[in-house]
């Protein structure tokens, strides 16, 4: 058998193709019986809550990413899959009312109605609720259809199988699936590319998280049967050929992953001490331009070096070990100027500024930026030993890179919890090949590739250890064997 072959094969992705649509369910998504039975529920459960059949459905998948954490908002690139387990949003329009009815197949997600006006603000004062999600891709679809579109009523049935809170990004399937839902619903579409984007920027604001856009890329753009190098500004895609002798498991640790607790602000943190990392590094190496560079792979460039993982000389060069405080890094020594004027060309200038105004808050710069240079490295050595001989050394070697990747979040990053090293530890003692966080990370979950044919052995031991005490019902959600699904979807009903 030649499997190696036939997947690399199988590796043309257009990020400026359309996304799919079709009145066959077979070419989309996939019709088991399964998933006959889910959308006839849908079908039964939308007419019975807006008393008319739905017109179309759009499929949005969650994403695991096998390698490649906490670089994307670096611009490097990561290595994701999309998941089989989606969101599914059962769409009619009508003329007759406006606005947007939202209903969800869940009674966790109270009815919500959306105003008709895209540019409505979020009402968010009580926290960021479901329908917020579809509110942030509604808005990017106006965004890109622009003002001469007139918004139609929508009533939207959402169904969702990807396990909320738990680093399998379920708001960029939310996001991504209600941007393509209302681009439809107006009779526009997008190239993949341009949907990932659109969701991206949205659902940052939204939220306000000053996010990468690797989960929205993969969930536009998955390819069944693929993992996909995800790269960057451009937003490009290409298949990677992991070998056909291992396999994935995803397993939550039960801890919802929060990015954004008290005044710590975790993920808009990182974000910033990874800009301030960045430019002081800059500054200090002697780039008069160093204002204007706000990511590590801009930095590379500005520093002409071949790599990634050559940053890291430069990292240890400039940045002492430990946290500096405001005062220091204001410092005549350091940056000799207000953060706030530091900060003066990023994007997201105001949240960054929140970061660093946030009482007594200190910055570790040295192993913030020693995990993105070696991060970012170990996604192009993952990638390059996927694309030569697979021999008896590959599946080591790739698992390698992802237990350093583990430790990297862990120790530099400070990224993990216990219940994700646990969880991890259960996943390598049951001979997982590699392990590690997947997501931003605080708890989530965890990707553990296992010998093909494995993976009910390791999740029986997860079950057994990690998770003995839990119900069958909490168990069969937590963890799953999962293969590269595919991508967002649009199945029009004939
Ligand atoms: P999660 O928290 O798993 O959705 C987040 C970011 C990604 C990326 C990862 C860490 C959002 C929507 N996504 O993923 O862009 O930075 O953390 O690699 O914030
Ligand atoms: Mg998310």
Known sequence: ?????????????????????????????????????????????????????????????????????????????????????????????????????????????????LPADPNAAVDSADGVKWQHYFQAGYKAAFGKMGDATAPRGMRVLVDGRVPPGGGVSSSSAMSVGSCLATLKAHGHTLSRAQLAEAAQKAEAE???????????????????????????????????NIPSSVSFVVANCLESSEKAVG??????????????????????????????????????????????????????ANLKEGPYTVAELEDAAEFGEPLAAVL?????????????????????????????????QRVLDFAAACAGEHTADT????????????????????????????????????????????????????VAMVDAGKEADVIAAMDADFYADKSEEVRSQARFASAPASGAAVYVVD
């Open 1 to 113: 058998a030649a499997p190696a072959a036939a997947a690399a094969s199988a590796a043309a992705v257009d990020e400026s193709g359309s996304v799919p649509e079709s009145t066959d369910l077979s070419e989309l998504w996939g019709d088991s019986d399964e998933e006959v039975k889910r959308l006839d529920a849908m079908t039964a459960a939308f007419t019975a809550r807006f008393g008319a059949e739905p017109e179309f459905f759009v499929r949005a998948p969650g994403r695991v990413n096998v390698i490649g954490e906490h670089i994307d908002y670096h611009n490097f690139s990561v290595l994701p899959f999309a998941l089989r387990q989606d969101i599914v949003f059962a769409v009619a329009t009508d003329v007759s009312t406006s606005g947007v009815e939202v209903s969800n197949t869940s009674d966790a997600f109270a009815d919500a109605t």
């Open 206 to 240: 939204a939220v306000g998280t000053m996010s990468g856009g690797m989960d929205q890329a993969i969930c536009a753009m998955g390819v069944a049967g693929q993992a996909m190098r995800v790269n960057f500004s451009p937003l490009t895609v290409a298949a990677v």
């Open 263 to 316: 005044p710590e602000q975790r993920y808009n943190k990182r974000v910033t001490e990874g800009l301030l990392a960045t430019k002081l590094i800059a500054k200090k190496a002697g780039l008069d331009q160093w204002k204007s560079i706000n990511d590590m792979r801009a930095l590379m460039r500005a520093l002409a070096l071949a790599g990634p993982g050559d940053l890291a000389g430069s990292v240890e």
């Open 344 to 376: 003066a060309e990023c994007a997201q200038l105001k949240l960054a500024k929140a970061v660093v105004a946030a009482e007594g808050a200190t910055f570790e710069l040295r192993k913030r930026a020693r995990h993105v240079a070696t991060e970012a």
């Open 395 to 446: 599946v080591a070697e790739l698992g390698a890179l992802m237990d350093e990747s583990h430790s990297s979040c862990r120790d530099d990053y400070e990224c993990s919890s216990d219940a994700l090293d646990r969880l991890v530890g259960v996943a390598k003692a049951a001979g997982a090949k590699g392990a590690r966080l997947t997501g931003a990370g605080w708890g989530g979950c965890i």
